[in-house]
């Protein structure tokens, strides 16, 4: 009898847990099922910018208060900036309802050169997981000038596949970026470049790039190369889904004036931002080519 009435209870109890189970499991699946919705739904796409070296995370600020000119609905800016030990430091704020806001990122270690790169390629990695699960979005727009370009090329070729299920870079614009650094012929590609065109393949092949050239002389913007800003295109140009160069002159077209270049700022409200209600510069068209 005894034997009997413990058998049903560990019936009964197995049944409970089950439902419990059941319940539990239920509960996970439609929550897990709402947030792949608000994911695949969301209407965030920001527009991430990462600077040059010895540049801050405050390099852009009068880049952004140019493209704010004029707006009805200003773009939000917000700042993040990763020290060595890999902690991060937020400044701004994303203004509820902005679906682009500027996100500018920066390093404690902002130094030159290939090894920097490729941590500075690293840490970014850290500050992108970070956004993507605290913003909850699945496009955005990248902005590079300088070595940021080049950070940017690191972080495609070695990071970014480990999202392209979840979000999508659409675009990405590169200003006076050295992919060849200061050499003056592709002949002479430097390590950074063979790996660039070595790992080529691993760029999503939906992203649209445009590489922006800045120019003094026709040879340089007084510190960049031509020749190797126009390097990026053995790196891109056929492997992305489109890739255009865009070279500008005149006044402010040296190499650090080009973040805050009227044409450069018009050519981000027109080819990188989703808002085009702002005026154009009608004098020193850029020349696309």
């Keep these: 009898m005894k034997r009997t009435v413990k058998i049903w209870l560990w019936a009964i109890f197995g049944g409970l847990m089950s439902i419990v189970l059941i319940v539990a499991s239920l509960q996970w699946s439609n929550q897990n099922v709402s947030e792949l919705t608000r994911h695949h739904n969301s209407q965030l796409s920001p527009v991430i910018m990462i600077p040059g070296s010895l540049a801050t995370e405050n390099r852009f600020d009068g880049l952004v208060s140019e493209i704010n000119r004029h707006r009805e609905n200003p773009h939000s800016l917000l ?3 990763i020290m060595n030990n890999d ?3 937020f400044t701004g704020r994303i203004r509820p309802g902005d679906n682009e806001p500027v996100i500018v990122v920066g390093f404690q270690n902002n130094k030159d050169g290939y090894s920097n790169i490729k941590q500075q390629a690293r840490q970014f990695n850290v500050i992108f997981h970070t956004l993507v699960s605290r913003l909850d979005f699945n496009n955005f727009k990248a902005v590079g000038h300088s070595n940021g370009g080049l950070i940017y090329t690191v972080f495609l070729e070695n990071y970014f596949s ?9 675009k990405l614009m590169t200003i006076g970026s050295p992919f060849n650094f200061n050499e003056r012929s592709i ?3 430097t390590q950074m470049l063979s ?6 393949r691993k760029l999503p092949n939906n992203l649209t790039v445009y590489s922006v050239a800045g120019t003094e002389n026709y040879t340089s913007d007084g510190l960049v190369p031509l020749v190797s800003v126009a390097a990026g295109r053995y790196v891109f140009q056929g492997e992305v889904a489109h890739f ?3 070279t500008v002159s005149g006044s ?5 004036d080009l973040p805050e270049n009227k044409q450069i700022v018009d050519l981000i409200n027109r080819y990188i931002l989703h808002s085009k209600k702002v005026p154009r510069v009608r004098q020193n ?3 696309l080519n």
């Design 79 to 81: 700042k993040v900036k």
């Design 87 to 89: 902690k991060l430091h």
């Design 162 to 170: 480990q999202y392209s299920n979840d979000v999508r870079m659409t």
């Design 187 to 189: 002949d002479n590609k």
């Design 195 to 200: 790996d660039f065109i070595k790992n080529r």
């Design 244 to 246: 255009t160069t865009i």
């Design 252 to 256: 402010n077209a040296e190499h650090s």
């Design 285 to 287: 068209e850029p020349r």
